[in-house]
């Protein structure tokens, strides 16, 4: 029997919000959207169900929404993910094939998927939206099997996107997925967070399905840190390789035999000598600790003096002597302590290397160290008794594999923003009203937070007006250090929040105060219980100044691992992010709500705190979309909220390909041709900020290059018409064919495919040079150098019309009709456009014998003697006339096309 759709909607729900309170409680800025697939018996689909997150459009908490598909179609969630079948058309048959295709990735990036309907004709920017270093989504499937009412039972495969995941955590998800937290808590969930009867089935009770330990999802978190941690303490055990990827997590309750956690935490809880724990220890197999030459001991215990790891106040006094920076460690395996040592990178090979660094008070993080080669740095080929040795760089690998506070896992760094800070200040402060003065002292603050987050022990530094300043620092003068106001040098601010207490500045960016203990009332409704006195301290004094009258204040409370906290936090800021994920999940529905868009989107544009990143995220949807209006409300809006210094290479160039692919859409409606210029002219200035802000490590400068020579390309020939900017015709021109060069040259020097498009662009930006020359000899050399790079085209498809088009244009400028009509004749093959027929009859009618030409072409790339009515009739009108003076002329022009040449082009093409 099937589930009833109010049943099926309750589990989804309970699902939904199980999943979503544990990923926000790793890391708030994870979003998740899933698909509900249910299955019979027989493992035939027969409902699939959207499940996401929804933002009311007034105030109140998010819900859970979800829409039943019409049609049974998996194709659908496919192209609403953006994922392609390893094979066109070869959807997983089996909700185990649907999770295994999913967890070997073998979808394309959500930037490398073309919409079906899209139209060949339209003008495609190369960049991808979104790098793959910029690509912050997973996709996962599973299932769980539900017995319902009325003996309803089915399958439920749940086909999850989750968003905002960092990029150290998504590569162990697919590289490494056996160091994978995020992975191994999923495989979990769906194994052993719920309750099942006898049969290995879910079930509701009251609208509830029951935690199996019952457990919340905080809980469920420290389960499997507990078991992460157990798990890599039987990996070091057994001297676990890290190179062959394993997807599937068993079950293994092994893993809680082992008590690392409790060790190591018990360790972090402990201060030496006032100090809290910083230091690192490095796990490896007992059999590699002895390899010889990989670790230099600086102390190595006696084997009778190994410490136990439960040992916590002897490790705790050793890890004093350990140093980071020093690549100097304590070193131990499963169950000991060795020694103190450093090692041997270069002969670790495949063994196993996890590091523990202590970062505070029950602050851990646990790392995975591992070596790569960098073949393309630093090589050198050496020959030693004739054998041949290549040497190269070796490169560390640092992968954090899960950090935890108080026992509790995060991942990623939900960390410090210069960008949410400094909009925090001006909020505060200024209300968006601040001045160039204002944006110095801005900059000023946010300079001397991140170097505050530089020292070890954690502190605090307080903002005020300057007269809130003075004022509050007679009142705490007696539990301050008060100093002559003003600017203090950034690199000292690490040695001056040494003491305990806060540094107090002004909005002018000038210091009060050193070792501030702040006062405040405690009041029920104020602090946080899991959180240290130093957040609480600090959220008492914001509530004394607030309750005292319209005193603003802002605090950065930094903690001993360098992590921070900014107050006042701004209330809609969850809010904020919730609306812009679920209006990326209303994009990508097809068709997309647009009244639902236009309400969701009027908050996030109308914020003066929105995030930029948000916005350029919303923005790349509709770009992807080719909703290219709203693109460019939101990247404009998201370049307006982040200034220049915040904004990426990867996000200059989304901005650009937004304008350019707006004034290419314009084409085909009314438009002004002023607006168009204006479009394209904020696409090229994007385009030079993505190269001028781009890093020599990004790779994507050949990119940025081919998209500015691409919207220059676009904007010349409407320049062109204006004959009184013909010298900012030539510059754009002239900065076209630079552009279009330096991408081609970077792709040869990155060993990338060539591409057909650069070299038909730079032909087209010469041939436009050249037309517009004055000087004849010039003017021959633009066209032959444009003649070179429609073959290089040509070479790689030879099909294209535009090229063939072009290249005959050319060789009528020199008069070279034979190989003009060639061109024509193959277009006229692969295209049947009016212009090309009637070029050919124009040549013909001129040049008569010029037909054998067409003839032996058209034929040559057909393969059939046929030709098209119209040169089929100069063809027999040619040899009317010919007939009439010359019988043998006749026979040999035959047995010529019964016989045509090779072509050229194709015999290149077959190469």
Not at 481 to 500: C, G, N, R, S, W
Not at 609 to 614: A, G, L, Q, Y
Not at 679 to 691: H, V
Not at 710 to 735: E, G, Q, R, V
Request: net charge negative; with cysteine.
């Amino acid at each position: 029997m099937e589930i009833s759709k109010k049943e099926l909607s309750t589990v989804n729900e309970i699902i939904y919000k199980n999943m979503d309170l544990w990923l926000k409680k790793l890391n708030k800025r994870i979003h998740l959207k899933l698909y509900a697939l249910v299955y019979d018996n027989n493992e035939e689909l027969i409902k699939i169900v959207r499940v996401k997150k929804t933002v009311p459009a007034s105030n109140g908490e998010p819900g859970v929404a979800q829409d039943i598909f019409p049609e049974v179609d998996l194709q659908r969630v496919f192209d609403e993910l953006r994922i392609l079948p390893a094979a066109e058309g070869d959807l997983p048959a089996t909700m185990e094939a649907l999770k295994g295709f999913l967890d070997q990735q073998c979808y394309k990036p959500p930037a490398d998927y073309k919409q079906k309907n899209a139209e060949d004709k339209e003008e495609e920017v190369e960049i991808k939206a979104q790098p793959e270093s910029e690509d912050t989504r997973l996709l996962y499937a599973n299932h769980l099997r539900y017995a319902g009412a009325k003996n309803t039972q089915v399958m439920l495969s749940y086909l999850l996107e989750i968003r905002n995941v960092d990029p150290v955590s998504r590569e162990l998800f697919f590289s490494r997925p056996q160091f994978s937290f995020l992975r191994m808590s999923l495989d979990y969930f769906f194994g052993n967070y719920f309750s099942v009867n006898s049969t290995g089935e879910i079930t509701l009770q009251d609208n509830k399905i029951q935690s199996r330990f019952d457990e919340d999802p905080l809980l469920f978190n420290r389960r499997m840190s507990r078991l992460f941690f157990g798990k890599m303490q039987e990996y070091i055990l057994s001297n676990k390789s890290a190179d062959a990827p394993e997807f599937n997590n068993d079950l293994k309750f092994d893993y809680s035999i082992h008590n690392l956690m409790e060790q190591m935490d018990e360790i972090s809880s402990l201060p030496y000598e006032n100090a809290s724990p910083f230091g690192s220890i490095l796990f490896l197999h007992s059999q590699a600790i002895d390899l010889p030459g990989l670790i230099r001991f600086s102390i190595r215990f006696k084997e009778t003096g190994r410490i136990l790891l439960d040992d916590a106040k002897r490790i705790r006094k050793l890890l004093e002597l350990t140093n980071e920076d020093k690549d100097l460690y304590l070193i131990a395996d499963h169950r000991y302590i060795y020694g103190l040592g450093e090692v041997n990178w270069n002969l670790q090979h495949s063994t196993l290397a996890v590091r523990l660094d202590f970062n505070g008070l029950s602050k851990l993080k646990l790392v995975l160290v591992h070596t790569e080669a960098e073949l393309s740095k630093g090589g050198e080929l050496i020959v030693e008794n004739d054998k041949r040795y290549y040497r190269s760089d070796l490169a560390m690998v640092e992968q954090q594999l899960i950090s935890l506070s108080s026992k509790n896992p995060r991942l990623g760094e939900e960390g410090y923003s210069s960008e949410r800070f400094m909009k925090l200040l001006e909020n505060t402060f200024w209300k968006d009203q601040s001045t160039a003065a204002h944006q110095s002292s801005i900059e000023a603050l946010d300079l001397i937070v991140r170097k505050a987050r530089e020292q070890k022990h954690g502190t605090m530094v307080v903002i005020t007006s300057p007269d809130t300043a003075k004022q509050e620092l007679i009142t705490l003068s007696k539990q301050s250090t008060p100093i002559e106001e003003k600017a203090i040098h950034p690199d000292h601010v690490k040695f001056l929040t040494a003491i305990d207490g806060a540094i107090y500045f002004d909005t002018q960016a000038r210091c009060h105060a050193l070792g501030v203990i702040l006062d405040g009332n405690a009041k029920p409704d104020i602090g946080d219980p899991s959180r240290g006195a130093r957040f609480n301290s600090a959220h008492r004094y914001l509530h004394k100044l607030k309750d005292s009258g319209e005193q603003e204040c802002v605090i950065a409370i930094i903690s001993e691992d360098g992590m921070v906290n900014l107050i006042p936090e701004n209330e809609n800021e969850d809010l904020l992010l919730a609306t812009a994920e679920e209006m990326i999940d209303l994009i990508n529905v097809d068709p997309p709500d647009l009244n639902k868009l236009e309400a969701k989107g009027k908050l996030l544009l109308e914020s003066s705190i929105v995030d930029s990143e948000w916005l350029f995220k919303v923005g790349r949807a509709c770009w992807d979309k080719k909703m290219y209006d709203r693109a460019i409300q939101f990247v404009s809006h998201a370049e307006t909220q982040a200034k220049s210094e915040f904004i990426t290479a990867s996000q200059y160039n989304l901005i650009g390909n937004c304008f350019h692919n707006k004034a290419v859409s314009q084409k085909v409606e009314p438009y002004d041709e002023q607006d168009i210029i204006k479009l394209y002219e904020k696409a090229i200035a994007m385009y030079e900020k993505a190269i001028e802000n781009s890093l020599s490590s990004e790779n994507w400068n050949h990119i940025y290059n081919s998209n500015l020579g691409n919207s220059c390309s676009y904007l010349f020939p409407i320049l062109k018409k204006d004959n009184n900017s013909l010298t900012y015709f030539h510059a754009i021109l002239d900065k076209a064919i630079h552009s279009l060069s330096e991408a081609i040259e970077e792709r040869k020097r990155r060993s990338l495919k060539n591409n057909k498009k650069l070299y038909f662009k730079r032909a087209y930006c010469l041939q436009g040079q050249a037309e517009t020359e004055e000087n004849e000899a010039n003017k021959e050399v633009l066209y032959r150098k444009s003649m070179d790079d429609y073959n290089l085209s040509l070479e790689l498809e030879p099909k294209d019309t535009d090229s063939l088009w072009n290249k005959s244009l050319i060789h009528e400028y020199f008069n070279e009709l034979n190989d003009a009509v060639e061109c024509l004749a193959r277009a006229l093959v692969n295209k049947n456009e009016e212009k090309f027929m009637k070029k050919l009859v124009k040549f013909i009618n001129k040049q008569p014998d010029l037909i054998l030409v067409a003839r032996a072409a058209y034929t040559a790339q057909t393969g059939s003697a046929s030709l098209p009515p119209e040169l089929d009739e100069l063809y027999e009108a040619y040899l009317g006339k010919l007939e009439a003076f010359d019988l043998e002329g006749v026979a040999a022009a035959k047995e010529m096309l019964s016989h045509p040449k090779p072509d050229s082009d194709e015999e290149l093409d077959s190469n």
